[in-house]
């Protein structure tokens, strides 16, 4: 490999980075969101684009500004985040899920903006599919990252998310601490991947995560 190739070591490599939350709509008015500030994806894709990889970021609910030169696709709730990505699936070689997706979805949307008629109003959620689960079903030879957000028992959950995902790794974030996580610029990390040793990497900013992390994937697809 010549001198550039060395520093584009995602060069020829399709990925495709889901960052931000969705949002459920209850009425034409209302939803039902999360705190993610998409942050942590975007610094994804904007690091494995330097790296030489073919970007594709499908976004949630964020407030940050397409990055330059980076296909960005924006939707808002899970059905239309998992349609966005599965349509893309076949050709990606790496498909990593930062997006915050809402496990449920309101069953019976309001065509009108609901009154305040009763003292008490009961919403019914149904179940959103699990996107990565899915996809972890039917991958073939594609790199799939997953991220969880626990507030306690992060260890076993993750575990036990990145194998019943079928995932290559996964990416615990332990939000019970403020100064990390949702909405932070830093965070503090656990990578876990199939017979492998943990890596902790300790608070620093979301750049230099996705660096590492990114680092781990291209070690990983070497092997
Ligand atoms: N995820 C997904 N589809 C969903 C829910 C989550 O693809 N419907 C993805 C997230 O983007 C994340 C990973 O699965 O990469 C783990 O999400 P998390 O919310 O931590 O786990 P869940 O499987 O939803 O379990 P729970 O919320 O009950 O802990
Ligand atoms: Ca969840």
């Known amino acids: 490999a010549n001198f550039s190739d060395k520093n584009k070591p995602l060069k020829g490599k399709n990925i495709l980075v889901t960052a931000g939350g969705t949002q459920e709509r209850i009425d034409p008015v209302r939803f039902i969101g999360n705190d993610s500030s998409g942050k942590m994806g975007f610094a994804i894709a904007i690091e494995a684009q ?3 990889a073919n970007v594709t970021l499908v976004s949630g609910v964020s407030k940050l500004p397409d990055p330059v030169g980076i296909t960005t696709i924006r939707v808002k709730t899970a059905v239309e985040l998992s349609e ?4 893309r699936f076949d050709e990606q070689n ?3 899920m930062a997006a915050a997706v809402s496990d449920y979805r309101v069953q019976n949307v309001a065509d009108q903006k609901i009154k305040k008629d009763e ?3 009961t919403l019914t959620l149904e ?7 899915q996809l972890g079903k039917i991958k073939q030879d594609q790199y799939l990252v997953g991220f969880a957000a626990e507030t306690q028992n ?3 959950n993750a575990q036990e998310k990145l194998e019943k995902k079928n995932l290559n790794l996964l990416v615990l974030n332990d939000v019970s601490n403020a100064a990390i996580g949702f909405n932070s610029n830093d965070n503090e990390v656990t990578l876990l991947r199939p017979q492998m040793e943990n890596i902790f990497i300790k608070q620093t900013s979301k750049k230099q995560i996705a660096r590492e992390l990114l680092n781990v994937v291209i070690s990983d697809l070497k092997k």
């Open 84 to 87: 966005a990505i599965t349509r």
């Open 154 to 156: 992060g260890l076993i």
């Open 119 to 121: 003292d008490t109003l």
């Open 50 to 52: 330097k790296l030489g």
């Open 127 to 133: 179940k959103n599919p699990d996107i990565l689960k």
């Open 94 to 96: 790496i498909l990593i």
